[in-house]
């Protein structure tokens, strides 16, 4: 029980961040595309949070620990931090846009950007689960073993693609187009930190050197 009131209390900490965040740059509580985003998002992280914690402890631990301070390499601190930046960007953009009334979403593009947001925290868990080695920081653990099957099978970094479709989902749903702005330098982001961690892969993960030559896409299928 304690393990999971700490699991849902943890998963409130991004929720009430995000919800902060919103609100005050929105300057408004009447903003219902945030009150919508934030309980897809806050369901979308906490029911497979509990799934996790009831059937691999170690790997929803493994997916908590996240950020600049986790990472052992500059290069991945400096990457990390720049999605994190972009993250928080979307939030400030999309609430200035609603603030300022900049953009025009139908309500229906608003809801399709909360499905996307519930799929791309999905294809996480997923990713999380399919590969309880797959972790928020980059590094490779004494025992890991190369996954090659599932999501694995059609781009070799499934858990960065998830976070692709976040970052559009999360603009759609607070009804902006603004924040799609974004799109483009947190890909670029995400492209440098897969880079440097491929080299890392390569030398330290058996099996992997093989394995880019089976999965030729690092982040979208046909394309890159």
């Not at 858990?159 to 799109?183: D, H, K, Q, R």
């Amino acid at each position: 029980m304690k393990a999971l009131l700490r699991t849902m209390l943890v998963g409130l900490i991004e929720p009430v961040l995000f919800g902060a965040t919103l609100f005050l740059v929105a300057g408004t509580f009447d903003y219902w595309q945030a009150w919508v985003f934030l309980a897809v998002f806050a369901l979308s992280t906490w029911i497979p949070g509990v799934y996790l914690l009831r059937t691999n402890p170690d790997a929803l631990k493994r997916r908590m620990r996240a950020g600049p301070t986790a990472e052992t390499r500059t290069k991945q601190k400096v990457f990390i931090a720049g999605w994190y930046l972009s993250l928080a960007s979307v939030f400030v953009i999309s609430a200035l846009d609603h603030r300022f009334g900049w953009s025009r979403v139908p309500t229906a593009i608003s809801l399709v950007g909360d499905v996307l947001v519930a799929i791309a925290l999905g294809v996480v868990m997923l990713v999380v689960i399919q590969n309880s080695y797959a972790a928020a920081v980059v590094r490779v653990e004494e025992g890991q073993k190369l996954v090659s099957t599932g999501l694995y099978r059609l781009v070799r970094h499934p858990m960065y693609t998830g976070n692709v479709i976040l970052v559009v989902g999360i603009s759609l749903a607070l009804g902006s187009y603004w924040g799609l702005l974004v799109v483009i330098p947190a890909v670029l982001v995400l492209a440098l930190r897969i880079r440097d961690e491929e080299k890392l892969l390569q030398n330290e993960l058996a099996g992997y050197r093989e394995y880019t030559q089976e999965v030729r896409h690092r982040l979208v299928p046909g394309i890159w």
